[in-house]
């Protein structure tokens, strides 16, 4: 128990923040992505800056929600008091991982690093969506145990941007590689760290009978 509180707070210190710095990066400092844009080189695709910003906004605003939805509702006091707060927040959360995939299908043909970097995009855009919708069906049927893991794996995508600019970060300025190819080992690399951290956290947080949460606040 002690071990989940502990993650638990850990997990919301780092939503909070990443939550925090996205509103506050891409609608206060640099609400027109300049930084980001200046690294976009050999697009295939004209960019339509105005439409691509708006879809940006939509994009982060509903990113930030899933993130604070799916924090909230892996916390034990809100279930304990009140089931069917927990229930439509999880709806919420479904919503707003929809809107995100869609928004992010939408920029994937603009993608830093061209075409490879896309079909990572489009790959991510497919799997977590159906992560999410077993965590659905599996609450449906009345499987406690299976839909927190599964909401587990789904939350994991929320971290998406922040794992691939760190991975980016470590191949461009500590390995010395091209800005483009880095973003796209960072798409791909983040991909497979999304499949394979919950299930370590799930198996090092959970009993062997798979009852307890996997955090708890």
Known sequence: MVKQKTLYKLLASVSILFILYAL??????DPEAAGFLNNKTGLKRELNLPV??????????????????????????????????HRWNGYIYLISVLIVVLTSGYMAPYATGGKISSMGFNALNMIWPFITIVA?????????SKHRNWMIRSYA???????????????????????ATSYT????GSLVLLLIIPTIIIRAFLDQSGKKAAVSS
């Open 24 to 29: 506050i990066k891409n609608y206060i400092v």
């Open 157 to 179: 995508f929320c971290f998406t941007n922040l794992l691939i600019h760190l991975i980016t970060a470590l191949f461009h300025y500590g390995f010395g590689f091209v800005y």
């Open 185 to 188: 080992i960072g798409v791909y």
């Open 136 to 144: 659905l069906v599996q609450i449906k049927k009345k499987r406690i």
């Open 52 to 85: 691509w910003l708006n879809v940006m906004y939509i994009h982060v605003a509903f990113a930030c929600i899933s993130m604070a939805a799916g924090l909230a509702n892996f916390s034990t006091r809100l279930m304990e008091k009140s089931r069917i707060l």
